[in-house]
């Protein structure tokens, strides 16, 4: 059991995991800060990102969180089947449920896109002071970008809801945020 197969799994399976551009960035990101050991995700899918986060160093703890409980129990299975149980704690559940009892030094939000301001309202007080957030899929397949108008409401919706995002981000007192033209968009934003 390796890494290969959970992304195998995911391609056949229709799970959406990090892209490979945008898992690198956050894998480079936390191996150049070392201070980082103490990380909250919001989406865990089948455990990948928890898992590539956990490989970095032995001193990073990984708490993570998934609603769906399909995903959940492949990512309680792909931890155990490589041996990361003690770096990576998951919970079954919707995050807005999830009350943390500790801090962080890094909430790596990547879980339903329409809801990213609640989960930055809901997790920035556990996040140390000079801790980091990072946010995927800021582009959101490039649609955030675009000029044209999206025909479908649905989609509008939520890209509006992305771009909200961005501008509350670009404006939160106490937090400086760039985003990366990397993999789908990636915001970085540290507390001061
Ligand atoms: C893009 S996937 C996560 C991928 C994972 N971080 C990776 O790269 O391996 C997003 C996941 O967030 C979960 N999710 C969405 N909203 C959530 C919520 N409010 N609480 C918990 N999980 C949520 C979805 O069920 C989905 O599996």
Redesign the pocket.
Known sequence: MGIKEIEHYAKEHHV???EQEG?QFLTKYIQEHEEICQVL??????????IRMAQIRKTIHVTT????LE?YQKAVENIQKMHFEEQITIHY????DFTPDQTYDLIFI???KS?YIKFFEQFTPFLKPGGTVISDNLYFHGYTKQKERIESKNLRQLVQKIRNYITYLEQKEGFTTTIYEIGDGIGVTRKE
């Open positions: 959406p995991i990090m898992i995700e919001i989406g865990s899918a089948i455990g990948y990102s928890a969180i998934e609603r769906d995903r559940g919707d995050a807005f990547d879980a339903a809801q």
